[in-house]
């Protein structure tokens, strides 16, 4: 983890970055689909989406007062937003769709002024500093 300062402008400038942002969502993708089949079930994806500790409200403990099965019922609606046609299984394309969505939502709620937080190695919201970094000391 490391503390990075970043704005709306800087995810939605990743996002717009087609080849940056495909590059990216595609790794994630490939180390999700565990059988290599190009397809995620809920179960490669289960993990990653439990991750985004949805309702985490003190610091990194999910509330307690949620059963377990809400849970579940709530992830599996994750896993649902991913599968767009409604097959089962996430493809590459549905994928990026909705991690673009994702993304532009995050974007939006930064809004424009930079912000100080701590994100994850290898999360998207890293790649894009990053590229943001690198694009700035290019143009210097």
Not at 99 to 126: D, R, Y
Request: proline share 1%; charged share 30%.
């Amino acid at each position: 983890m490391s503390v990075e300062i970043l704005d709306g402008s800087t995810v939605r400038s990743f996002v717009e970055d087609e080849g940056a942002f495909n590059s990216s969502v595609d790794g994630r993708f490939a180390a999700l689909d565990a059988d290599h089949d190009g397809l995620l079930t809920y179960a490669e994806m289960a993990g990653e989406l439990m991750s985004l500790r949805v309702l985490e409200k003190h610091f990194g403990v999910d509330e307690a007062a949620v059963a377990p099965d809400e849970l579940g019922v709530l992830y599996r609606g994750l896993f649902e937003r991913f599968d767009r046609d409604g097959s089962g299984m996430v493809d590459r394309h549905e994928f990026r769709a909705e991690m673009k969505e994702v993304m532009l939502a995050v974007a939006n709620g930064l809004g424009f002024l930079p912000v100080q937080m701590v994100v994850e190695e290898g999360s998207f919201l890293k790649v894009a500093v990053d590229r943001e970094l690198g694009q700035l000391a290019k143009a210097a």
